[in-house]
């Protein structure tokens, strides 16, 4: 049993590909073969002037449309010049002109891409609408009347259609930073308080590399066939220029009926150059493939709460306080209220459990600490406000986006349940920790190295050195939420928020992260706010436990008090419910019925319509949050007589 479990660990956490792997293309095959084909001619033409046999305008009328010997390898045109030598030169052309085209498409098509992609809204719009614009235009014409303003212009016509074929590389690029955006390691980037700039550079950019290329070698074969065609039309590049694809298929289309060879090497060599380019893209489209779909959309948003002081606390002055918060979402019949009056307070080094079945608003709570709730999401009442501690008191809940950037990573952390959605694919372990830790202290690259080594084995990661050299995908479930803690820890923060930091890994591993957070609870002094359905989790890591039902706090305690006497019948159903504390052989107790969605919110209690003690006056109006005789807090009319059953 330890056995499988352990290999289930080793296990890479992400199998697929999330970035081009450039030793696919290496592999045998047609992609390799076009690749190694396009290298040559490259290298052919470029160097034509030293490799070709001939001067390509040498005539000898008396060797005229001869065709393959020793001496002209691939024959001889109407002019006896030599076609192998007129085809190295005219190839620079055609290499030219690429080059001049898919310059333009690359800046243009990648810059507005981007541009959209990442700021959306008006400059998205904008973007787009020019793109529709130009792919409007019908392009032969364009180019006719650039040639018509420009006669003969090989480079006019190139930046033309680089020009109107850039839409095509800009939709691709806006709808991969769209995703890439979205994906969990860049809002860890933003958690962990990098720069728009650098996230930019670093997490979207190295992400768009290959649909970049595989576009681009599909617009060159496109290039080529463009150039060769109005080269051919004697519209550009034409032979009094000297030799060109276009110009020497033209030539060869005058001769067919005296000598056919003629047109074979150039038309062979266009048709072979535009697939091979064909292969090459499938090829790095088939090395890029594999991304996975974006994570749902989660967008920061701007607290409109009021600045409602914060409840006096009992006992050691806490470093965060939240009071009376209140979350709602926009829904087609107004407003929708999921998380409702919330309080509650953590102590400095003290771990704090918010528990409660799937859909009573944990993730909500949490995350409206770190202004990361789903789009539409915001806090409609209340405050939750993080207390001098290293830098002076913060009301979250007031803080726009720049504001969470100076929050973020160095006072309040986030570790979430998807470990190997929160790291960058494209980069090594080592390198992240360390982008990070320079982010917060300012250092030298080899400083910040050597810190993130120290980190990885603060986490409790074997060997790690080796393990920082090591990309995401090489790493298993439990070392990569081990490295999300470090990056979570890099700021040092005061206030850790974990939301079900081991519910994606085996319970073997769930084991190791319960201990280490423990321990680095205890050993840093950070204060910890736990989110967790299970009572194992809690009783393990947490101090103190707040109960959430049907987004309101129905219980309050201190956790070994919750498991002597819980004040509240959906916390003590909530407990027989724990496989923890089942007897062997009998049935794991259920609570009948399901957590209502906040649209069947009954007046009165919430869990009445599963509760076993439910009595009529629980049906009216609101229950309030009863603070007892022993100090406890429960949300229950009957909790005094609950404790006694
Ligand atoms: N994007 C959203 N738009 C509208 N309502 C949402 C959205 N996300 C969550 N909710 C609602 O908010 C409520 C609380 O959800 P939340 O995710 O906080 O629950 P949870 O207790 O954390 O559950 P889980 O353990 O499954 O994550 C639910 O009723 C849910 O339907």
Redesign the pocket.
């Known amino acids: 049993m330890t056995m499988s479990l352990a290999v289930t660990d080793t296990q890479p956490v992400d199998r697929l590909p999330r970035r081009p792997r450039w030793r696919r293309l290496l592999r045998p095959g047609p992609g390799l073969v076009a690749g190694v084909f396009l290298l040559c001619l490259a290298v052919a033409t470029t160097g034509a002037r030293w490799l070709a046999p001939a001067d390509p305008e040498e005539q000898d009328l008396g060797a005229a449309l001869a065709g393959p010997s020793g001496a002209h390898w691939l024959g001889t045109d109407r002019l006896g010049r030599d076609v192998l030598s007129r085809l190295l030169h005219g190839g620079q052309v055609t290499l030219v002109s690429v080059v001049e085209a898919v310059a333009v498409f690359v800046v243009l098509g990648v810059t507005l891409g981007v541009t959209a992609g990442y700021l959306g809204g008006w400059a998205d719009r904008a973007i787009s609408w020019l793109a529709d614009l130009l792919l409007a235009l019908p392009g032969i014409i364009m180019l006719l009347m650039v040639l018509a303003v420009f006669p003969g212009n090989t480079a006019a016509t190139m930046v033309v259609l680089g020009v109107i074929s850039a839409p095509m590389l800009l939709r691709v690029t806006r709808g991969v930073t769209m995703s890439v955006k979205q994906e969990l390691y860049v809002r860890a980037a933003r958690l962990s308080g990098l720069g728009e700039v650098r996230i930019m550079t670093r997490h979207v950019l190295p992400r768009l590399t290959g649909p970049i290329l595989v576009q681009v070698s599909l617009f060159a074969a496109t290039a080529v066939l463009v150039q060769g065609a109005l080269s051919f039309l004697g519209l550009s590049a034409p032979e009094t220029e000297g030799p060109s694809w276009g110009n020497m298929i033209a030539q060869a289309a005058q001769v067919t009926s005296q000598d056919l060879w003629l047109a074979i090497p150039t038309g062979a060599l266009l048709t072979l150059t535009v697939l091979a380019l064909g292969l090459f893209g499938d090829a790095i489209r088939d090395a890029t493939a594999g991304h996975r779909a974006p994570a749902?959309p989660l967008r920061p948003v701007r607290s409109t709460a009021p600045a409602v002081p914060p409840r006096p606390a009992e006992g050691p002055a806490p470093l965060l306080s939240v009071d009376g918060l209140t979350?709602g979402?926009p829904?087609p019949d107004g407003p929708?209220t999921?998380?409702r009056d919330v309080s509650f307070t953590v102590a400095p080094g003290e771990c704090v459990g918010v528990i409660?079945?799937?859909?009573?608003?944990?993730?909500?709570?949490?995350?409206s600490l770190l202004g990361l709730l789903?789009?539409?999401?915001a806090v409609t009442a209340g405050a939750a406000t993080l207390h001098a501690d290293s830098g002076p008191a913060v009301e979250l809940t007031r803080l726009d986006e720049r504001g969470f950037g100076r929050v973020r990573g160095c006072r309040i952390a986030l570790v979430s349940q998807e470990p190997s959605s929160s790291l960058d694919p494209a980069f090594r372990v080592g390198s992240q920790v360390a982008e990070v830790i320079r982010r917060h202290t300012p250092m030298s690259r080899r400083q910040a190295a050597r810190e993130a080594i120290e980190l990885l084995r603060t986490v409790r990661l074997p060997e790690p050195e080796r393990v920082a050299r090591r990309y995401p995908h090489e790493l298993s479930g439990g070392m990569a939420q081990r490295v999300v803690i470090a990056l979570a820890l890099a700021g040092k923060p005061s206030l850790l928020v974990a939301?079900?930091p081991t519910t994606a890994l085996d319970v073997t591993v769930q084991a190791e992260i319960l201990a280490l957070l423990r321990d680095l609870q205890r050993r840093l002094g950070m204060a910890v706010i736990l989110?967790t359905?299970d009572w194992g989790v809690l009783a393990d890591l947490c101090d103190r436990a707040v109960v959430?039902y049907a987004?309101e706090v129905v219980e309050q305690a201190g956790v070994a008090d919750l498991y002597t006497g819980a004040r509240h019948p959906y916390t003590r159903s909530l407990l027989a419910a724990d496989p923890h504390l089942a007897e062997a052989g009998q049935d794991l107790p259920t609570i009948a019925g399901t957590?209502p969605?906040?649209r069947q919110w009954s007046p009165g209690c919430r869990f009445r319509p599963r509760c076993g003690v439910a009595v009529d006056d629980c049906a009216i109006g609101r229950i309030p949050l009863t603070v007892m005789s022993d100090g406890r807090v429960a949300r229950c009319i009957r909790a005094d007589e609950v404790v006694k059953r």
Do not use: N, Q
């Open positions: 749902a979350i979402f829904g929708v999921v998380v409660g079945e799937s859909g009573s608003g944990k993730t909500m709570i949490a995350r789903p789009a539409g999401g939301d079900e989110v359905h959430v987004g957590v969605s906040p």
